[in-house]
Nanobody, 115 residues
Framework: QVQLVESGGGLVQAGGSLRLSCAAS????????MSWYRQVPGKQRELVAD???????NYADSVKGRFTISRDNAKNTVYLQMNSLKPEDTAVYTC?????????WGQGTQVTVSS
């Protein structure tokens, strides 16, 4: 099981951009799936974006056209580029990586978008 550490969260004004990073302690070359989730207190965790081994991507309707998930195998890192941010994007963002049958979660990073 790899350890995941997210970074890149913070406070940004509406319309701004942030890039989240999720660094893995081991190789993600064999990862079957890499995902970003977000959660607001009192609400269920929501899948924001995922990327499978064939580099096929999937996005929540609310972020399509604004967010991009990508991976850098050489750096063992998964990214989430977030553009045109809206106040409703405010949440704790957490990455998830599945290698074969084992999944790992990061600790989360806070993203706050002010209006």
């Amino acid at each position: 099981q790899v350890q995941l550490v997210e970074s890149g969260g913070g406070l940004v004004q509406a319309g701004g951009s942030l890039r989240l990073s999720c660094a893995a302690s081991g190789s993600i070359f064999s990862a079957n799936a890499m995902s970003w989730y977000r959660q607001v207190p009192g609400k269920q965790r929501e899948l924001v974006a995922d990327l499978d081994r064939s580099r096929t991507t999937n996005y929540a309707d609310s972020v399509k056209g604004r967010f991009t998930i990508s991976r850098d195998n050489a750096k063992n890192t998964v990214y989430l580029q977030m553009n045109s941010l809206k106040p409703e994007d405010t949440a704790v963002y957490t990455c998830y990586v599945r290698i074969r049958a084992t999944g790992s979660w990061g600790q989360g990073t806070q993203v706050t978008v002010s209006s």
